[in-house]
């Protein structure tokens, strides 16, 4: 006589999987139309936002981050320029070693390195904000006064990020780049003067702006996933741990999903 299995079987398991990743798609596209539609109403009736509140989180997100960046970004671009002495040295190459830190500063490394730090401060704050917010039914209370909470909670939020990042991407830039001429100045025996003269002839306004272009999506990515793993929350104080910590991985992850998309259309972009 069969005996019924104890635990699901294969089958049960792949649809049960099949019907969680079904119902997360259709909730992550929920929420980012009613983002971008409660974002569209505020940027045609900018008389009606809270400008007060969208300063005071552009204020956490960007000007309260400044000081790990510039630390950071200095250090970042002293790492490559060290790391790049040691090879160029053999070859007489020293002067080059100011387009590898300015190339890679202001195109990959200062937007992503931004990025991931704002992950990891406002992401994170947004979902455990947000979160808290839903065990204690306030997002419940806001929509029972006939405010919706998307347009209270996350426009502010996606507007907050995506104007701060960019400007945090750009004080990196110039944070790496003076850190490269810091070892180069005491590592390669180059003077300041003949290292930024070079970083002034490889560097284009282009790379610029298209590590400005990565940022200002970096941005967006942030408070969408902050903000959605936020009002995923569900249960006790267990649950905004979690949801804090899932917002913290899932924007890492996404951001390096981007940044490897960007390099490809930004390779392949002009021979289209």
């Known amino acids: 006589i069969l005996q019924p299995l104890s635990e699901p079987n294969l089958l049960v398991q792949i649809g049960e999987g099949c019907f969680t990743l ?3 798609a259709v909730d992550i596209l929920t929420f980012i139309g009613a983002s971008v539609q409660a974002l569209a109403r505020d ?33 970042m671009g002293a790492i490559l320029a ?11 190459a020293n002067i080059f070693v100011a387009d590898l830190v300015s190339v890679s500063i202001c195109l ?13 401060r406002s992401g994170a704050a947004f979902a455990a904000h947000i979160g808290t917010m839903q065990i204690n039914e306030e997002v419940d ?6 405010i919706d909470p998307i347009r209270y909670l996350v426009s502010p939020r996606i507007l907050a990020v995506a104007l701060a990042l960019p400007a945090l ?52 990515e942030i408070a969408l996933i902050g903000c959605f793993r936020g009002f995923q929350v569900r249960g006790g104080a267990e649950s905004v ?5 899932s917002a913290v991985v899932t924007c890492i992850f996404i951001l390096t999903v981007t940044d490897a998309l960007f390099a490809v259309l930004f390779y392949y972009g002009p021979s289209l």
């Open 22 to 24: 079904h119902r997360n």
């Open 43 to 75: 940027l045609s009736r900018p008389h009606k936002l809270k400008w007060e509140g969208l300063w005071k989180l552009t204020e956490k997100a960007g000007a309260d981050a400044v000081p790990i960046v510039t630390i950071l970004s200095f250090l």
């Open 82 to 92: 060290f790391q790049a002495a040691v090879q160029l040295r053999k070859f007489g």
């Open 108 to 120: 990959e490394m200062g937007p992503l390195l931004t990025a991931l730090i704002v992950a990891g």
């Open 141 to 146: 209370a806001l929509r029972i006064m006939a």
């Open 169 to 220: 991407t750009v004080i990196a830039d110039l944070a790496g780049v003076v850190g490269g001429a810091v070892v180069a100045s005491f590592s390669l025996d180059l003077t300041p003067a003949g290292y930024f003269n070079q970083v002034h002839k490889v560097l284009e306004i282009s790379d610029v702006l298209k590590g400005l272009t990565k940022s200002f999506v970096f941005g967006l």
């Open 241 to 245: 741990g979690s949801a804090t910590t």
